[in-house]
Structure formats: structure tokens, C-alpha cells
């Protein structure tokens, strides 16, 4: 079935570097996203991944894959108190076919410490 | 270019009362979701139009959930009777067609049923 995991929890201090985890299930997702989430806001689509990668980075972020262990990490250089938020991990359900669904893990609550 | 656009932004009612969620996606934009978020959970997907179609409302509880997009750009979603399970906030996507690989979301309605 179509699973996604994630820590729920995660405090750095501001300048220091933030990774957070997640683990999926479905070996035929093609595409891999985070997305931000601040208080009362909607989400924000930061950055994904396609399947036959295993690094992007894009400004401060670098995501990495590892299909073999079906984990991906974001990894956020020099965090700063505007990172604080909660940071969901999601994978593309079905893409290409009639459906192209979001699963959604159940984020991961970043605290920056100033 | 405009975002997704969401209204009302809140909505307090009691249980067995009905409300209706409206949402206009990005222009242009041909498939439309409605995902569920439950406090402390990641978002879910509730139902998916292409144009005025529905592609996929298998998560839809059709028993008391309704929505329809009739002329393939807004979208309303309803509840009629609301339960205390049905707290939650109401997320609203776009993406340009269903092959699309990016959702873009707007700002959600925070459903509070007392």
C-alpha cells in the first residue's frame, strides 16, 4: 500500500544545517516532493525529485534519494528563523495514469532556535 | 500570476449543519483537487476533477460530501450533515492537467464543528 513516514519533530539552532527524513513505500512513485507548510497557510511546494535522480539542489536546498531504501531527505543550509514551519514529505500516486494523486506523510515540525 | 483562491477562510458551525467551500483554481489550469487535512495529519485526497469530470472521489465519505465543478473552473465542495470528524482544514489544488507533475494549493479553510 501507499505509505509515507516522517519525524515529527525537529529543532536546530539558526545558522546551523537542518535534515529531515522520510520513508515511502510505493517503489513506482516517479516524483518526489516537500512542501512548507507555516501556521494558517496553505502549502508550499519547495522543491521535488524525479525517480531516476539521487541528488537536487536547488539555493539552500539539497534533496537526496535513496530508491533502494525507498528514503528521501531535505537538507536546508544555514537555517534561518524564517524556515520554522511544518515540512510535509509526499509522493506522486499513479502519475501518468488516470489519477495523479499527492500521499502526503505527516510532517515534520521544524523549530529554528535563534 | 494569481494564486489559488479559497473562500470562506474559516467556518464554525454545528454538527448536522451544512456548509459549502468555494475554490477558484490558477487560469488555465485543467484539474482541480479537494484534500482533507485533520490536525497533525498530512493532507488527503478527497476528490479530483479534469475539466467539469470527476477522475477520482474514492476517499469522498458520498454520503454526507458533495462537490462539482460544472463549468470546469471553480469548484464547490459541500457537507451536508457536518459531523465533529469532519474538522479540518479544506485544501484546494490546481495543476495544469492531470499529466502535470506540479499541484499548486491555496490557503485552505479552516472547518471547525462544534
Known amino acids: 500500500g501507499e505509505d509515507v513516514e516522517q519525524s515529527l519533530f525537529l529543532s536546530v539552532r539558526e545558522g546551523d544545517s537542518s535534515v529531515i527524513n522520510c520513508t515511502y513505500t510505493?517503489?513506482?512513485?516517479?516524483?518526489l516532493y516537500w512542501y512548507k507548510q507555516e501556521p494558517g497557510a496553505g502549502l508550499q511546494l519547495l522543491t521535488y525529485?524525479?525517480?531516476?535522480?539521487d541528488m537536487k539542489q536547488d539555493q539552500r536546498l539539497t534533496v537526496l534519494l535513496n530508491k533502494k531504501d525507498k528514503h528521501l531527505s531535505l537538507r536546508i543550509a544555514d537555517t534561518q528563523t524564517g524556515d520554522s514551519a511544518i515540512y510535509f514529505c509526499a509522493e506522486i500516486s499513479n502519475y501518468g495514469g488516470a489519477t495523479n494523486k499527492l500521499i502526503f506523510g505527516t510532517g515534520t515540525l521544524l523549530a529554528v532556535q535563534p | 500570476e494569481a494564486g489559488v483562491a479559497q473562500s470562506p477562510r474559516y467556518k464554525i458551525i454545528e454538527k448536522r449543519q451544512s456548509v459549502a467551500f468555494w475554490c477558484n483554481p490558477i487560469?488555465?489550469?485543467?484539474?482541480l483537487y479537494w484534500y482533507q487535512q485533520i490536525l497533525g495529519q498530512g493532507p488527503k485526497l478527497l476528490i479530483q476533477f479534469q475539466n467539469n469530470g470527476v477522475v477520482d472521489d474514492s476517499q469522498l465519505p458520498k454520503d454526507r460530501f458533495s462537490a462539482e465543478r460544472l463549468k470546469g473552473v471553480d469548484s464547490t465542495l459541500k457537507i451536508q450533515p457536518a459531523k465533529l470528524e469532519d474538522s479540518a482544514v479544506y485544501l484546494c489544488?490546481?495543476?495544469?492537467?492531470?499529466?502535470?507533475?506540479?499541484?499548486?494549493f491555496g490557503p485552505g479553510t479552516r472547518l471547525t464543528v462544534l
Open positions: 489544488a490546481s495543476s495544469l492537467d492531470r499529466g502535470s507533475n506540479e499541484q499548486f
Open positions: 525529485i524525479f525517480s531516476n535522480m
Open positions: 487560469s488555465g489550469h485543467a484539474t
Open positions: 510505493d517503489s513506482s512513485s516517479t516524483y
